[in-house]
């Protein structure tokens, strides 16, 4: 019986980034162009730079390893699956260098799929000193008041 694999196991051997061109469209969020299919250890290595009380979206880390790699774009799904493979490795290691709760979705929501859910991001950026709200039952960032800063 094959054992299973940790987060931080998964982290570190997954393959290195690569761009891959697509010729055709394949599908709303796969334009032709070149896409990257970024890495763990390169969404790892960019979360390292979002410093304490700051934030970036998700559509910010895809940008920025689009560029770093000279790509038109990232995949969206392979970042959000990596992004939760180092938030986990993050925690089984007990690693804060590694600020995995700083990057929230484009309209500010927190993202249900890492470690202790909304309510911990929320408590942990709130901690960091960002404002928080809540809109139709979600918490969110306060990206007006953030704005206004």
Known sequence: MATKKTAAQKRDTAPQPAVKVLAVQGGPMYPPGRMLIPSPLA????????????????????????????????????????????????????????????????????LDKLPGGPEAQAARLAGEGLPTKTVRGKTRLDLELLAQR
């Open 43 to 110: 969404i790892q290595a960019q979360l390292k730079t979002v410093p304490e009380g700051e934030f970036m979206t998700v559509g910010q880390l895809r940008q920025n390893l689009a560029q770093l790699y000279g790509a038109d774009y990232t995949c969206p799904l392979t970042t959000g699956i990596f992004l939760r493979v180092v938030a986990e490795a993050a925690e089984e290691e007990g690693r804060t260098d590694v600020p995995y709760w700083r990057v929230v979705r484009d309209n500010g929501t927190f």
